[in-house]
């Protein structure tokens, strides 16, 4: 960048030298050290010095030359030091040396030059005919540059030409440096401030009004206060605009004054200067305010008040006509001022006692989000456990037997309630949640139990959202300690909140993610069981339910009572998909509890809820909990509907319950009139045939000989079932049950429960046609007696019936199934019911197969 293209940009400003300053928030400032003073005349003469310097680069480089650029920038924050906290900057010739002056009315002074650099720049300066020079802090660095070629410039011109400055400025549009100009010195304004020290300030003696002040009693200064004030209400039409009406006002008001008010009257003037367009009696109320701030800092600091009667002395201090009592919320910005005015030491040393209370929150969140923000931005761990300290110390005040500390404390915890965010939970606060409760247990005031209690939920809140859920347990037990006859007064409808809240929702998500489950959670989630299974509901339904059933297990096991009652409740109700999950909970968190249950329910299910119960129970392989369910299905198989019954006697036949030999004989011989459905006997023959029930031998042989004529008694279906289920009891081989691969009998088998049938994958799958209001096409890709694996566009669901027409060659085979798995390979489905003509051709074919 040259030298012109830098000029063009405005200097940075003092306050923009770094990095921009952190967001102030409104109100006194926070906890900080005082700034440190900067020597005024050495940054005024490194200035010059700089400018001395930029001079001579002017003289001997070229305009894009890096150190003619390098010496202007230097010469710019040379002038940005010197501007600092002043109005303007002016410098004056006389003689040999330079006077140095940061006022526009004030008088300069030399500056001291012991090297001679600064009387070598004089004499340049006389050269050019510049007698002053003044720079404002709007100076840009382009004109900066223009000053010094204009500079060298005048120093070889002509002397005539030298004493024109105003238009060589005008020519360079230079309006940050003024040259030769005369000093204005306007009339000092008249102000309150003035007009008091004039009237009342004449014969007082400085150090005897200190003396006098200090020497005074408490009552005297009280007295002399509330005259000021009494005196600010009388005078508070008088205008700074009329000062001729104004001293009469206040020679009239304060000529029997005694020396300790017009004292106090000087030292206010002092501390506090007046505002434009203020009445006197505005001016006078707020020297009595400044005054008693004064005065209440001084008794502090001494040890003579305690922190917790500074309200109380401010409050005494304003007039007695307006009735201030300590409670008034108008002292709070004087309380805050008298704090805000002690150093910083003070305010640390005062939360570390307890009477924190007594410092205003405003206050205490300056502090904390000073110590917070550095903890952040530093990574200085010290601040934040600081911050955390000062907190805890904070909230122990709710213990005090002093109904103001409490409430205070309370009002102001709940006022840093985003501050709490950010450092809570924590070790350090670790007893804060039970704190607040066990005070909220003790507390006998009403106003301040409300406070407690939205901070009770705040904090049970907070710690939901984070996860925390030892904190949220260890709120609750500490409600739960509580006498009943409190309890059910406040502590019950907010623990009902509580738990009603949004964030009581996350706690489910957070049990249900891949991650050891926290011994806390179920103890949470089961103190609202209805709740909890109304997520777990919808969460089945969507379509991850799928993937979170494991977790949903998990947790429902591990929350126990009353999870598992409100289930076997639910079994009962009748809504369906509420009915539904409980099944499905039930049957993989506490099958025993379903078992149990099911007679109740059983025969208030529609089909499909019926179908879904004996499916989750089939799947059971405990070996105490098998021999339970057929048993179960045998007592229930008369209250099943038709498409059930089917499944049911399958897994009576595959448990091989010896009691249950003489009912499957009945149903097999068709004399139970409801279960005389012949695919039921056929069921019920092949359930047989698995037990090897030696004692139904007789039937099965009748059922294959008998005649009615010349033609059998038995549909043939039935006769080829009792076929194959005498070959199963008499051992011997041609039955179709008996063609299994050899590793199917192995023990290492990765299935829980064995194939009923054999399945034949088909090397030319047969198309397939369900039969509904809309008919889809499909094709089998293997095929049992059991069912089928349907390759198909059409979406289905788990346990949805359908029905089926298989095209087998010259055959057509009809089938009623439920669908019974869904996956990237196919539509698994169950065969549910089928006439024996079916039955018999699907036999025939599945021979053929495997011939």
């Not at 004030?106 to 650099?117: P, Q, T």
């Not at 206010?268 to 005065?295: F, I």
């Not at 009748?574 to 009915?579: E, I, K, S």
Request: glycine share 6%; aromatic share 4%.
């Amino acid at each position: 960048m040259t030298a012109k293209n830098l000029a063009h940009f405005p200097r940075r400003q003092p306050a923009e030298a770094s990095s921009p300053p952190m967001p102030k928030r409104s109100g006194p400032e926070p906890l900080a050290a005082a700034a440190i003073p900067v020597d005024s005349d050495a940054s005024a003469a490194q200035f010059l010095r700089s400018l001395h310097v930029l001079l001579r680069a002017v003289r001997l480089y070229h305009q894009h030359h890096p150190r003619l650029i390098e010496t202007l920038k230097s010469a710019g924050h040379a002038l940005d030091a010197a501007l600092s906290g002043s109005a303007v900057l002016g410098f004056a010739v006389e003689h040999d040396r330079l006077v140095v002056t940061k006022q526009p009315s004030s008088s300069g002074h030399a500056l001291a030059d012991a090297r001679g650099e600064l009387k070598t720049l004089a004499e340049v300066f006389a050269r050019a005919s510049i007698r002053s020079l003044t720079f404002v802090p709007h100076t840009r660095l382009d004109e900066l540059l223009q000053f010094a070629r204009s500079i060298d410039t005048a120093c070889r011109g002509r002397e005539a030409s030298r004493e024109d400055w105003a238009s060589r400025l005008r020519e360079h549009r230079i309006t940050g440096i003024r040259v030769n100009q005369a000093p204005e010195r306007p009339s000092e304004p008249i102000t309150f401030a003035s007009l008091l020290e004039a009237l009342l300030g004449g014969g007082l003696d400085s150090s005897a009004g200190a003396e006098l002040l200090t020497s005074a009693a408490p009552d005297q200064l009280r007295v002399a206060l509330r005259l000021l004030w009494a005196s600010a209400a009388r005078l508070g039409q008088v205008r700074v605009e009329a000062p001729q009406e104004a001293a009469r006002a206040i020679r009239a008001e304060f000529a029997g004054a005694d020396e300790l008010l017009r004292s106090l009257l000087m030292q206010g003037v002092a501390l506090e200067p007046p505002h434009e367009s203020e009445s006197l009696g505005l001016y006078l109320a707020r020297l009595a305010d400044t005054l008693s701030v004064h005065y209440t800092r001084s008794e502090y600091l001494a040890r003579r008040l305690r922190a917790a009667e500074v309200r109380m002395l401010l409050s005494q201090l304003r007039p007695e006509r307006d009735g201030h009592q300590e409670s008034d919320a108008s002292l709070d910005p004087l309380v805050e001022r008298f704090w805000s005015s002690l150093a910083a030491r003070e305010r640390t040393r005062l939360l570390a006692t307890p009477e924190a209370w007594c410092l205003p929150v405003t206050l205490l969140r300056d502090y904390l989000e000073g110590l917070i923000v550095a903890a952040e931005s530093r990574r200085a761990e010290a601040s934040r456990r600081e911050a955390r300290r000062a907190l805890a110390d904070y909230a122990r005040c709710l213990g005090s037997e002093e109904e103001k500390a409490r409430r205070a404390v309370a009002s102001g915890l709940l006022e840093l309630k985003d501050v709490l965010e950010r450092i809570w939970p924590c070790p350090q606060l670790a007893d804060l949640g039970k704190s607040v409760v066990a005070a909220l247990g003790r507390e006998v005031s009403p106003g301040i139990a409300n406070l407690l209690e939205q901070l009770t939920q705040s904090l049970a809140t907070l710690a939901l959202a984070r996860g925390d859920c030892a904190e949220v347990e260890a709120i609750l037990a500490e409600m739960e300690k509580a006498p009943t006859e409190f309890d059910e007064e406040r502590l019950a409808p907010l623990m009902r909140r509580i738990v009603d809240c949004e964030e009581w929702l996350l706690l489910v998500d957070l049990a249900l993610a891949n991650r050891p489950l926290d011994s806390a959670l179920p103890r949470l989630l089961r103190r609202d069981p209805e709740r909890l299974l109304d997520r777990l509901r919808l969460l089945l339904t969507s379509s991850a339910g799928s993937n979170a059933f494991p977790a949903m297990v998990r947790l429902v096991r591990a929350a126990g009572e009353p999870v598992l009652g409100a289930l076997e409740t639910h079994l009962l109700e009748p809504r369906h998909q509420r009915v539904a999950t409980a099944i499905k909970l039930l049957s993989a968190a506490a099958p025993e509890r379903l078992i149990a249950a099911l007679p109740r329910a059983f025969s208030s299910w529609d089909w499909s809820l019926q179908d879904l119960a004996v499916t989750e129970l089939s799947r059971q392989s405990a070996p105490g909990l098998r021999p339970q369910v057929a048993q179960l299905f045998l007592a229930l198989l008369r209250e099943a509907h038709l498409l059930v019954m089917p499944g049911m006697i399958d897994q009576i036949g595959l448990v091989g319950d010896a009691a249950a030999v003489p009912h499957l004989v009945e149903i097999a011989a068709g004399d139970v009139e409801r279960l005389g459905d012949v695919f039921l006997r056929i069921k019920s023959i092949e359930a047989l045939g698995r037990m090897k029930a030696s004692g139904a031998a007789t039937l099965l042989r009748s059922l294959v000989r008998n005649r009615s004529g010349l033609a059998y008694a038995e549909p043939a279906g039935l006769r080829s079932a009792a076929e194959d289920a005498l070959a199963l009891i008499e051992d011997r081989g041609g039955s179709l049950n008996l063609r299994q691969p050899a590793k199917a009998s192995t023990s290492n088998s990765r299935f829980v429960q064995p194939r009923r049938y054999l399945r034949v994958a088909l090397s030319d799958p047969l198309p397939a046609k369900m039969e509904g209001p809309q008919a889809r096409s499909a094709r089998v890709r293997s095929i049992g007696l059991g069912g089928a694996l349907l390759d198909t566009s059409a979406q289905y669901a788990v346990g949805e019936s359908l029905r089926i027409e298989i095209h087998a060659g010259f055959d057509k085979i009809h089938a009623t199934a439920v669908v019974r798995s869904v996956s990237a390979k196919g539509c698994g489905v169950e065969f549910v019911h089928m006439s024996q003509d079916d039955r018999e051709k699907l036999r025939r074919r599945i021979n053929k197969l495997l011939d």
